[in-house]
């Protein structure tokens, strides 16, 4: 086995470089954009990021709602997002907030998400992750 240590690794196309096993199989990609936000110290009525990569701004849109805005721009509206919330003694899940509306949820620049209870209402979480992955 070798370790390599690198300051950058740079790929030769638009897309994050592919990882693969020593056959040549694919087995993964970096991720395209993440962040983690939470309440803010010594203002619980805001939120602050904590952490990220590739992401410009968090809007906290109503209770429970949030718009995610990319630095640079996701390759398409397809990608898969991943999400955490957490709160003291409730179930949280962070899902795409599609809502009733004609507004896609999920745009190169942006992504809508709303954090609710197990019964499916809008609940303000205390802290928040979010990982996008797209490959297009």
Known sequence: MSTINLGVLKSTTANPPTMQSQNGIDRGKFCRAW???GRRL?????YEV???FNTLAVEDT???TY?????NALPSNRCAFA???SMMDEIIAVIINAGNGETPPITTTTVNIRTCT???QNFDAQY???FAYGDQ
């Open 35 to 37: 962040v983690s936000f």
């Open 42 to 46: 010594g203002d619980g009525a805001q």
């Open 50 to 52: 904590m952490s990220q």
């Open 62 to 64: 109503g209770v429970g």
């Open 67 to 71: 718009t995610i805005t990319f630095q």
């Open 83 to 85: 999400g955490a919330a």
């Open 118 to 120: 197990a019964n499916v």
């Open 128 to 130: 928040i992750s979010l």
